[in-house]
């Protein structure tokens, strides 16, 4: 029993394994950097700063605590982030800001470098054991002032220049690709002004579902039409060969339900005429003095004493 037990165990963490390392720290991506800000995105604090942005490209929640990022090959480990706050727990498929300023001394999200303008900045993220590269990304220096480098796409693609235009979003903490339209919805509107198509689709949506109804109650009413006749054959010691040899299995003629109703008719409707006269009469009786109460009667003596 113990040995089969063990298995299972081990099979089920066989299994487990895949899951878990599907959603490790190795789904951690740079997002978004952006070196001098000015008018972009300001921290708890009201101060604008460069700022870099991670995100969770796994399907579950990520715990991104004792995970190092740094701006220098040489120290991995420069910024620890700090285990203890809530924040640190990344949800699925989004994202979390850093603000280089170099003041770890106000929270979690303040890293001890900063970004410098005008240079190529290297930026990577190691795993806890500070050795496992797990994304990095080289800024250019040609990044002007108000303008990011982010990838084309969350967590893939190439990285591009972000100037902050109506269709050149900058988006920290927001997806780098934000989709105004669904382009589905649009080429039917554009086909479609005046919604005959979708009132059309809509009318055969309607008598479609309809039909399947009429369909599946007619279907139940054969079904059970065909167990009462069943029920019918048992009843008679017939079985089905029998029943179709001699067309038992036939309904009652109409006549027969007819005479049948009309005997339930008469059965029921049968009942006394009721006399709403009432009538009173005297009865006589042959007198009898020795049925009368008079002569039961005694007098009352008188109690009289002779002198």
Known sequence: MKKIISTIALALML????AVSAQSRDALRINEVMVVNENS???????????IELFNSNFAPLEISKVFITNDPANPTLYPIPLGDVNTKVPKRQHVVFFTDGEP???????????IPGQDNWIGIYDA????LIDEVTVPASLLHGQSWART????????????????YITPSSANVIRDTNSKIQMFADRDENGFGMTLMAMCIVFSALLLLCLSFYAIGKIGGAISRMNKWRSHGV????????????????????AIAMALYEHLNAHDA?????????????????????YGLREVPNHTHAK
């Not at 999200?109 to 970004?115: D, E, I, K, S, V």
């Open 129 to 132: 054991d500070g050795k496992t």
């Open 105 to 115: 001394n106000k929270g979690t999200f303040h890293t001890n470098f900063t970004l």
């Open 239 to 258: 079985t089905r060969e029998e029943a179709r040899e001699t067309a038992i299995a036939d309904h009652d003629s109409g006549e027969e339900i007819a």
């Open 41 to 51: 995105l300001v921290d708890e604090y009201g101060n604008p700063g460069a700022w």
């Open 153 to 168: 796409a969350d967590g893939n693609g190439e990285w591009a220049v972000r100037t902050g235009g109506d269709h050149d």
């Open 15 to 18: 299994a487990a394994a895949p």
């Open 274 to 294: 009721e006399n709403t006269v009432l009538t009173i009469n005297k009865v006589k009786r042959a007198y009898s003095p020795w049925s009368s109460k008079i």
